[in-house]
Structure formats: C-alpha cells, structure tokens
C-alpha cells in the first residue's frame, strides 16, 4: 500500500504542534493558560500510552 506524504506526517505535525502550543501556553501565564498548557503536552502523551498499550490481533499463519 503506498501513502502519501499527507497520511505519513499529518500525526507526526500534529502532536509536534500541540507541544508547542502547550509549551508556550505554560510561559505566556497562569490560570486558563494551565489548563491550556496541560491538555496539550498531555494528548502527545496519551496517544503514545495509547500506541504503546494498544494490542494487535494475531495473525494467522497461511496454508504451507
């Protein structure tokens, strides 16, 4: 199956995107810009959790 640069880096840039909105949102101030800050340097990590605990059917073996 061939993909497209698109399908390749669409996740990639988003959660490099999300890290820097979160890591400014913690330097700009407090209060609403925590909560900010939190939910964005947390997704990244939560779908690495997710990739790292997700488990994959297994596969079967063809005929010899």
Sequence with gaps: M???RIQIWAMPVL???LTVVGL???LL???AW???SAVALGAP???GARHA???TPARRSGPP
């Design 24 to 26: 400014v949102a913690a």
């Design 53 to 55: 605990l997700r488990r």
């Design 34 to 36: 925590d909560l900010v």
């Design 15 to 17: 959660l490099a995107v």
């Design 29 to 31: 101030g407090d209060g």
């Design 45 to 47: 990590v939560a779908m």
């Design 2 to 4: 061939i993909r497209t």
